[in-house]
Nanobody, 124 residues
């Protein structure tokens, strides 16, 4: 599966942003999908994941209640709605597809296809 993330930009704290990830390839609808982020000087970290059916979602504690992951298998797309943004959300955000053998995972190394990243900057 090939992935293309978009939707990043500059927002003030408290604002909202919606990231999109367009996928191509026959395996998208069978792949768990995730969003990760990498802030300045930090390691890449898990943000959210969604099962292939969309029925199960997982979130990092730092974004729980503020971010929502969703997917549309008919459009081969996955989304990340980000509300109540904080300066610490500033990062490059990556969408990723998990290994087909896994139903849902938060582990970075379990994802074997990555998009190019989209930059989110939140000002205070």
């Amino acid at each position: 599966v090939q992935l293309q993330a978009s939707g990043g930009g500059l927002r003030q704290a408290g604002g909202s942003l919606r990231l999109s990830c367009a996928a191509s390839g026959r395996t998208f609808s069978r792949s768990a999908m995730g969003w990760f982020r990498q802030g300045p000087g930090k390691e890449r970290e898990f943000v959210a994941a969604i099962s292939w059916s969309g029925s199960i979602t997982l979130y990092a504690d730092s974004v729980k209640g503020r971010f929502t992951i969703s997917r549309d298998n008919a459009k081969s797309a996955v989304y990340l709605q980000m509300n109540s943004l904080k300066p610490e959300d500033t990062a490059v955000y990556y969408c990723a597809a998990a290994n087909l053998m896994l139903s849902l995972t938060t582990t970075l190394n379990d994802y074997d296809a990555w998009g190019q990243g989209t930059l989110v900057t939140v000002s205070s």
